[in-house]
């Protein structure tokens, strides 16, 4: 199946620092991506739609500002959590729908651990 | 909104059959996903529904959806100890995906 990496799967930041994530489609061109939040015990939280030269769509309560998501090219989407806080501490997982797959069917990264001290 | 329910864990003995229900809410819903994600990992899908399809089977695992009761479970036979992962049903209507809290399974030697 179609791969999507996530860089880096884990990462430990101060608070107030920026963190940069990065999200690949390393065998297929994306033209949308999605980023998600993983809450514990709970399910994945959609943040936004990534479009490939366009802006981001983000879902309802999701700050853009704090949140900016960049899909510079077909096969790079990257998440940067600005001014990071201790409660932005979780695990973000993009993911990739590959042309020609079933509709709907995503292919997800590995997810990146964000920590936030 | 809509929901997307699956209990939080179940236990099962290696080599019985582990059965994961969900319940969802969307009767628009398309098509219907079983994902798993192993400590630390991304989601990986299992396999996936069409919803107009009442039953998948692909080796060990089979998936059963009731439409009319916005069921769906998924069976895995003569279950390892390489299956304990937490596993996730999805649903999706157009572009919206929706997912279950997730099942952690648990199998015992």
């Known amino acids: 199946g179609a791969v999507v990496s996530q860089h880096p799967s884990r990462v430990i930041c101060k608070s107030g620092t920026s963190v940069k994530i990065e999200c690949r489609s390393l065998?297929?061109?994306?033209?949308?991506m999605f980023w998600y939040r993983q809450f514990p015990k709970k399910s994945l939280m959609l943040m936004a739609t990534s479009n490939e030269g366009s802006k981001a769509t983000y879902e309802q309560g999701v700050e853009k500002d704090k949140f900016l998501i960049n899909h510079a090219s077909l096969t790079l989407s990257t998440l940067t959590v600005t001014s990071a806080h201790p409660e932005d501490s979780s695990f973000y997982i993009c993911?990739?729908?590959?042309?020609?797959?079933?509709?709907?069917?995503?292919?997800f990264g590995e997810g990146s651990r964000l920590t936030v001290l | 909104g809509e929901d997307v329910e699956q209990s939080l864990f179940l236990s099962v003995r290696e080599g019985d059959s582990s059965v994961i229900n969900c319940t969802y809410t969307?009767?628009?819903?398309?098509?219907l996903y079983w994902y798993k994600q192993e400590p630390g990992a991304g989601l990986q899908l299992l396999t996936y529904?069409?919803?107009?399809?009442d039953m998948k089977q692909d080796q060990r695992l089979t998936v059963l959806l009731n439409k009319k009761d916005k069921h769906l479970s998924l069976r895995i036979a003569d279950t390892q100890t390489g299956d304990s992962a937490i596993y996730f049903c999805?649903?999706?209507?157009?572009?919206?995906?929706?997912f279950g809290a997730g099942t952690r399974l648990t199998v015992k030697p």
């Open positions: 969307d009767s628009s819903s398309t098509y």
């Open positions: 993911s990739a729908r590959a042309p020609g797959e079933a509709a709907g069917e995503l292919f």
């Open positions: 065998d297929f061109q994306a033209t949308t």
């Open positions: 999805a649903e999706i209507n157009n572009n919206d995906m929706r």
């Open positions: 529904i069409f919803s107009n399809m």
